[in-house]
């Protein structure tokens, strides 16, 4: 097991995807996060003295901003898991994969703590991204960007283990869906137009709201614990999981996609 | 060189269906060690798929395929018991020939070291820090050669190995796998040209639909001699010919005789007062005996 570990840690670190990734993520995250910073921070006072409009107080800022990590840089991550399992079949190199480790469970189990850890460096370089740029900015704009609190350390690890497990539930979609491009394409779908209208949805009645709080994005939310979406948007905050819930729900998620797909296109006759 | 032991491989009564077609039939062989094996046929006619069951990639319908009595996925040191090539594409394009080997030393526990001794051997040193992507089909046939060497194995199953080779990597190849098999190693390697591996192999195992049409040695293939003899009372000759125990067939304005050596046939027509037009030996080609047995009127192109 350990040798199939080592073999899919160079198989990642050999080729170039993982760090053109990771620097789109860190650009991205950073980028939205200086932007939020320079909104918020600035819009702060202005809001704060304006009837109806939402509020934000200066504690829930740094949250806001950092958790942009995974509230939109999840998908990076999610990306990297189904490349590195869907790029065994598109290169048909889970021929030489299997003739050195003929025990196929094993190489998808190696790719998964490999991804997850791929996933908590996705998530530390995220962070960096967020709180890098972000933190300064609030502090500029004259916010606390509480950056000696306890709490906020809570949180960035949160985001980590989160980033983490998305690289996971990736890593499951490209054993179900084994051809790259559909996986791509569904996994697009799903958490750019399809989630967010099903949380909108959800989030219009009551019980609506206790099936959608089990969705991966929400659930993800919730593990986090901030996000400008749930921040932003009173209804959907009517109905979230425990952090440690959200955390299950999503590790429940990968490991039913890596279980189904590995009884499924991982047992196929490799031709 | 301190190989693990080369171990027989067996087929016994494999059979592939993939769904409606019959891919392989019930083939039965064994491959041993210190011979290189032919495993011959056209197109099509199951080698890959029955090689890819073998190797445990592909699920047999029936029947079994081992390695000294061990299924493949059975093996403790799968790559150093068992050296593969199967095709010229399965590599990651933007690794690198380097980095190709060595993920899959890491996954069979092989040293790091084996990694640039085997690029060595398949004089492939000088371009290993290259992305494969840029590589020759000749150049992924000595990186696929080098993934099967990588673990030192006493077996060695070569698909097509000589498939897009210029001549002199042709020759090259030829004189490896002779050392190979030397140095008391299993060798089985597929073709579907015969005269591609006519000068390296020892044994051939011919299938044809799945099936096998013959086993034996290159010099059993070759026999197929027989006398072609001519005389003005044609019809008068074949009956003589037929008496003394001959197969004649009339070929060309000429009778084709086996079972029968020249020599007799010219005795036999002097005592039966038939002057002869015509006699002589006539060797069958190898080529012509491996088609004969393969015979599809319709030959499928280069594409596997």
């Known amino acids: ?271 | 060189m301190a190989f693990r032991a080369a171990s027989t491989i067996e087929f016994s009564g494999i059979s592939k269906r993939f769904g409606g077609v019959v891919a392989v039939d019930d083939l039965t062989f064994t491959v041993e060690p210190g011979v290189v094996t032919g495993f011959l046929g056209p197109n099509g006619a199951g080698k890959t798929t029955t090689l890819r069951m073998l190797l445990g990639l592909v699920r047999p319908t029936s029947g079994s395929a081992t390695f000294g009595g061990s299924a493949y996925h059975e093996l403790a040191q799968p790559l150093s018991t068992v050296g593969t090539a199967l095709e010229a594409s399965s590599f990651h394009p933007g690794r690198s020939a380097r980095n190709h080997l060595r993920v899959y030393a890491a996954a069979a526990g092989i040293d790091d070291g084996r990694v640039a001794n085997v690029l060595k051997t398949v004089g492939l040193v000088e371009f290993a820090d290259r992305k494969v992507g840029g590589y020759s089909m000749g150049m992924r046939q000595r990186l696929g050669l080098a993934f099967a060497l990588l673990g030192d194995p006493g077996v060695l199953v070569l698909d097509e190995p000589s498939n897009g080779l210029d001549p002199e990597g042709i020759r090259w190849m030829r004189g490896f796998l002779r050392a190979l098999a030397d140095d008391g190693r299993t060798v089985l390697i597929s073709s579907h040209v015969l005269s591609e591996v006519q000068q390296s192999v020892d044994r051939v195992v011919i299938i044809r639909r799945g099936r096998s049409v013959f086993q034996g040695s290159l010099d059993a293939l070759e026999t197929g001699s027989h006398v072609a003899v001519d005389a003005a009372d044609r019809a008068g000759l074949a009956r003589v010919l037929l008496t003394a125990g001959g197969v004649v067939d009339e070929v060309g304005g000429m009778l084709r005789v086996t079972g029968i050596d020249a020599i007799q046939v010219g005795e036999l027509a002097l005592s039966a007062h038939l002057p002869l037009r015509h006699l002589a030996t006539e060797h069958v080609g190898l080529e012509d005996v491996f088609l004969d047995l393969v015979g599809d009127p319709e030959r499928s192109g280069e594409t596997p």
């Open chain 1, 1 to 271: 097991m350990i040798r199939a570990i080592r073999s899919e840690y160079r198989k990642l670190t050999s080729t170039s995807g993982w760090w053109i990734l990771l620097l789109i993520l860190v650009g991205y995250v950073g980028f939205t996060a200086a932007l939020l910073a320079g909104l918020f921070g600035a819009l702060g006072e202005q809001l704060a003295g304006t009837q109806g409009a939402p509020q934000l107080d200066s504690e829930s800022l740094p949250p806001i901003i950092y958790s942009t990590t995974t509230a939109i840089g999840y998908v990076f991550p999610l990306i990297l898991g189904v490349l590195v399992v869907t790029s065994e079949f598109r290169h048909q190199t889970l021929t030489p994969t299997f003739l050195a480790t003929p025990r196929r469970w094993r190489v998808l189990a190696a790719k998964l703590v490999v991804l997850f850890g791929a996933g908590a460096v996705y998530g530390v370089a995220g962070v960096l991204g967020s709180v890098g740029l972000g933190a300064p900015i609030l502090a500029l704009t004259g916010n606390d960007a509480a950056i000696d609190s306890g709490e906020t350390w809570l949180l960035l690890a949160r985001i980590v283990l989160a980033m983490a497990i998305w690289a996971v539930v990736g890593a499951g979609i490209g054993a179900l869906i084994p051809n790259q491009i559909a996986a791509i394409v569904v996994v697009l779908a799903f958490t750019q137009f399809v989630e967010p209208i099903l949380r909108f949805a959800a989030s219009i009645w009551a019980w609506t709201a206790d099936v959608g709080k089990f969705l991966p994005g929400a659930a993800s939310d919730a593990l986090v614990g901030a996000s400008f979406y749930t921040t932003l948007s009173p209804a959907a905050a009517t109905a979230t999981l425990e952090w440690w819930q959200g955390g299950l729900v999503l590790i429940g998620i990968a490991t039913t996609f890596a279980a189904a797909g590995a009884m499924t296109s991982w047992r196929k006759d490799v031709t």
